[in-house]
């Protein structure tokens, strides 16, 4: 199959509300233009430098996704064009965006990784940590950054139940986190799902799903 019938046939299938980044980390510009040209205007990357040579090198109109580990040295590299970062997983990290987006008047959209997973290579904070944030004083007091939502991964495993209770429990701390009084507008986004769990993801709640390998076939790491 095609890039582009993999693309087609994955948007077919999805909910209207549901919000398809295609990710597209060690891809090349010409696969990425093949999902481009069928469309496909969201892609997500997991290495900054990686993002940033190809954002030089596409179409201006594509919305550049930063869905991994974020070091808080690298912001600045990304922080002219970036359109929503998944990884944020502290409030220094937020604060480092925050003056990255400041210097080139913008504000930048992020998401909460909350940490839903059994273990412990996986990245995120607590609800609890996340409410903290959010109720802060410090976080009011940034005016270039915005936080839209959650994210989240679920534990890598085929034990389907598994994968769904952690789905499940990240849609109920989105719901809890919103109950409370945000000083920026409500939280509308639970990023969750990749290619081999983005059914059930959505089953259990998710607005935007991260899907690779089904779009762009396997990764070659070599
Ligand atoms: C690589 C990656 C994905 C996509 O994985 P596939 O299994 O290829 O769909 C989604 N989310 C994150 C955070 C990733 O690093």
Redesign the pocket.
């Known amino acids: 199959m095609s890039i582009k019938n993999n693309l087609q046939r994955i948007k077919s299938s999805l909910p209207k509300q549901v919000t398809l980044?295609a990710?597209s980390?060690t891809k090349s510009v010409s696969e990425i233009m093949e999902a481009y040209d069928a469309g496909q205007r969201i892609f997500?990357e997991?290495k900054i430098q990686e993002m940033v040579d190809k954002e030089a090198q596409m179409p201006k109109d594509i919305e550049w996704h930063m869905?991994?580990h974020v070091q808080r040295n690298k912001v600045k590299y990304m922080a002219e064009f970036v359109s929503l970062i998944?990884?944020v997983d502290n409030f220094k990290l937020l604060k480092e965006i925050d003056k990255q987006a400041k210097k080139h008047d913008r504000t930048i959209n992020c998401l909460l990784q909350i940490k839903i997973a059994d273990e412990d290579s996986k990245f995120g904070m607590t609800s609890k940590e996340a409410q903290d944030i959010l109720q802060s004083d410090a976080f009011s007091a940034l005016n270039n950054v915005v936080i839209v939502g959650v994210?989240g991964?679920a534990t890598f495993t085929d034990q389907e139940h598994q994968i769904e209770n952690e789905f499940k429990k990240l849609k109920s701390i989105f719901e809890d986190l919103n109950t409370l009084e945000l000083k920026n507008s409500k939280l509308k986004t639970i990023?969750m799902?990749?290619?081999?769990d983005?059914q059930t993801a959505i089953a259990c709640g998710s607005t935007m799903v991260?899907?690779?390998?089904?779009?762009?076939g396997?990764?070659n790491y070599d």
Not at 193 to 196: A, D, I, Q
Not at 210 to 216: A, C, E, L, M, T
């Open positions: 980044v990710v980390k997500g997991n869905i991994g998944h990884g994210m991964m990023s799902g990749m290619s081999g983005y991260r899907v690779g390998s089904s779009i762009f396997e990764r």
